[in-house]
C-alpha cells in the first residue's frame, strides 16, 4: 500500500490551502484515513481523520476545529484535506495516514509554511 500526498507550499496567514492523498495497492477493510503534522521540535500530533461508512463524524484536533475539514472519496480511496484561516502555528510536515484492520500506514509527508 502506497500513500501519495500532495498540496502543501508556502501560503500567508489567513490563507488556504488544500491538501489530498491517495492510497494505492490492495487494501482490506480501511477502518480510517487522516491527516497527521509534526511541526519542528515537536511530536507528531493528529490533525484530523475520518472513519468508514460514514457513521461516525470526524474527528478533528482542538487547534483546526472550525478552520479545517477533511473529506474523503471511497470510490479514489483518496482523503482531502481543506485548511482554511491558515495560522502559523499549523506550519508543519502534515501526513497522510491510513488504518486498514491492523495495518498502519502513512504517506511521504509534505510541507506546510504558513508565514508572510
Known amino acids: 500500500v502506497q500513500l501519495q500526498a500532495s498540496g502543501g507550499g508556502l501560503v500567508q496567514p489567513g490563507g488556504s490551502l488544500g491538501l489530498s492523498c491517495s492510497a494505492s495497492g490492495t487494501i482490506f477493510r480501511i477502518n480510517t484515513m487522516g491527516w497527521y503534522r509534526q511541526a519542528p521540535g515537536k511530536q507528531r500530533e493528529l490533525v484530523a481523520r475520518i472513519p468508514s461508512g460514514g457513521r461516525l463524524p470526524p474527528q478533528y484536533a482542538d487547534s483546526v476545529k472550525g478552520r479545517f475539514t477533511i473529506s474523503r472519496d471511497n470510490t479514489k480511496n483518496t482523503v482531502y484535506l481543506q485548511m482554511n484561516s491558515l495560522k502559523p502555528e499549523d506550519t508543519a510536515v502534515y501526513y497522510c495516514?491510513?488504518?486498514?484492520?491492523?495495518?498502519?500506514?502513512w504517506g511521504q509527508g509534505t510541507l506546510v509554511t504558513v508565514s508572510s
Open positions: 495516514h491510513l488504518s486498514a484492520g491492523s495495518n498502519v500506514y
